[in-house]
């Protein structure tokens, strides 16, 4: 039996499920940052904050944003005076991120096209790595972890901000009921693609549970992994050193 991986509640191989994530991001890459506001009533930017806290980045560190597309988590980082790629499969993404750190007089981040699965970085290059929001997107998660681990140095830290499965009784009923109906139809209104936005809520359900990815991780040959759930979980930053 060949093999398949999962599209949003679908099952498809995992050739189409690439292509059909690249449609997703390149129809939605000018709206994203927006429809992000609009979805999360403005509470990714405190997500992201906290994630990048997290990170510590330093200056002179080379740190890797996979999946970095249009630039939200590098800005904060850059301001540190790290030196940072942002890498994302999809160009559409990385041009609405370029345009952005234009407008922002942000110079010195480097754009990278890149497939999490298949990073062309030398081993052991990058301080840290992070991915926001990206990581269920990717067709291999366990891949794109091996590499992760494989292009950062000795010493070298991993953080994942991504959403999960809140534990709070009652809080997960209401969410999901709000993903669902109300998702769509608010991609509809500003981005003008409802069935993006429905898959994106989708791949959410689909995503392994906190313990699971924590041990994903792991296995991908990270230590002293952490979980920090955020509301219950309904958002979490995953991290791992390797040592």
Known sequence: MSETVSFGY????????????????????????????????????VWKDKSVRRVKPREGEQILDMAGGTGDIAFRMAEAGASITVSDINQDMLDVGMERAVKRGIDGLVWSCQNAEILSFPDRFFDAYTIAFGIRNVTHIDRALAEAFRVLRHGGRFFCLEFSTTQWPGFGEVYDAYSHRLVPRIGKAIAGDADSYRYLIESIRRFPKMPEFEGMIRAAGFSQTKVEPILGGLVAIHSGWKV
Do not use: C, Q, T, W
């Not at 690439?18 to 009533?41: P, Q, T």
């Open 10 to 45: 679908e099952e498809v191989a995992p050739e189409e499920k690439e292509a059909r994530v690249g449609a997703v991001f390149s129809s939605v890459a000018k709206k994203y940052d927006i429809m992000n506001d609009a979805m999360s009533l403005g509470l990714h930017r």
